[in-house]
């Protein structure tokens, strides 16, 4: 189905780029999207890419999502962390309007740790 990583520590200000793999639909047809959880809250919309991108105001400006459809694979690049970034982080497959809402996503990746130290 999907299959994330990519994740692991990072300083503040630091980089790091997400990958997720599919492996069973055709991936054009599906919005891909990521989501994240912290520690003690619940998962929230991060990113998605299908007709064009959409960002959570909180890292609109430092994260870039984009896929390759010859890979079947969809990125998330994310520059200028912070300590708030940090939490697991799952891609998400779906075909539905909402796009902000899990309930819009069938396939969901296992999650990859993303932890920024300050």
């Known amino acids: 189905q999907l299959q994330a990583y990519g994740g692991g520590l990072v300083q503040a200000g630091g980089s790091l780029r997400l990958s997720c793999v599919t492996s069973?639909?055709?991936?054009?047809?599906?919005?891909m999207a990521w989501f994240r959880q912290a520690p003690g809250k619940g998962r929230e919309f991060v990113a998605a890419?299908?007709?064009?991108?959409f960002y959570a105001d909180s890292v609109k400006g430092r994260f870039t999502i984009a896929r390759d459809i010859v890979k079947n694979t969809v990125y998330l690049q994310m520059n200028r962390l912070k300590p708030e970034d940090t939490a697991v982080y799952y891609c998400?497959?779906?075909?539905?309007?909402?796009?902000?809402?899990?309930?819009?996503?069938?396939?969901w990746g296992q999650g990859t740790q993303v932890t920024v130290s300050s």
């Open positions: 998400a497959a779906g075909q539905e309007d909402n796009i902000v809402a899990m309930r819009s996503y069938t396939y």
């Open positions: 069973i639909f055709t991936f054009s047809t599906y919005t």
């Open positions: 890419i299908r007709d064009g991108t």
